[in-house]
């Protein structure tokens, strides 16, 4: 049986908030033409090629900027990492790695790929929650971290 | 310049919308993919709300061979399903699990502030250049 968690879960923000990035894609996709796929613009920058770097750095710019903008409107996004640092580094190489070999992640192959009904983004999506959810369950549930 | 403006514009979006959806925040990620404790079904829904505006987005840009900036579309048009696919997507995933954090969350949370979110973030780029290191010799032997 599974719990619902009724007081961490916010529907409607998270509804906002994925129309939001849903418009996000929708207009990268429909004013430049591409995909907003962020491992791919992010490893793109590392076998740079010419006029192939300015985009890249602006959409990045774009997004690790968003906390100052939200900012403007009275406070800094909730943000609580339980992970230690040994864990964060093995996280971001798995991250890294697996990532650039699927060619995509979680915007590329879940949002955009499932939006144009891509069998290839839906075994990736599928692929990336089971071994989210399978590694969940070993971490706080079979091994107690 | 146009062209870097449209994305600076969408990554900013972006970001915001990680930001109100919840997210930014690995716990909230970490509570949805705990499936045996307390459920958060939230990031289901941050995903629906995405994908139903993305799937008109796609529909319009499908009968477009210019976007409405006037560039190439470029959709992936490759459909093969293969072991680097999933396995990568595997690893992706168990990566995601331990941290609670995919790359959009991960640079959001660095714009925040956050020195773990840092740590993680350089960790994913190292990653990423091992992948180029270990393409660049494979396509070289």
Known sequence: MIDIA???FTPWSALAGGILIGL?????????????????????LLSPSRGDIAWRIAFLVGLIGAPAVWWLGGEWPAIRIEAGYPALIIAGLLVGLGTRYASGCTSG???????????RSLVATLSFMAAGFITVYILRHALGV | MKYSIASLFAGLLFGLGLIVSGMANPEKVLGFLDIAGLWDPSLAFVMGGAIIV?????????????????????????NHIDKRLVLGSLVFGVGWGIAGFCPGPGLVALGAGEAKAAVFVASMVAGMAIFEIIERNRAKS
């Open chain 1, 109 to 119: 192959h879940g949002v955009c790929g499932l939006s144009r009904l891509s069998p």
């Open chain 1, 6 to 8: 009724w007081s961490h």
């Open chain 2, 54 to 78: 993305g799937i008109v987005a796609f529909t319009v840009a499908r009968r477009r061979t210019l976007s409405f900036l006037g560039f190439n579309m470029k959709v992936p048009s490759h």
């Open chain 1, 24 to 44: 996000a894609a929708a207009s990268f996709l429909l004013l430049n033409g591409r995909i907003a796929g962020i491992s791919g613009i992010l490893g793109g």
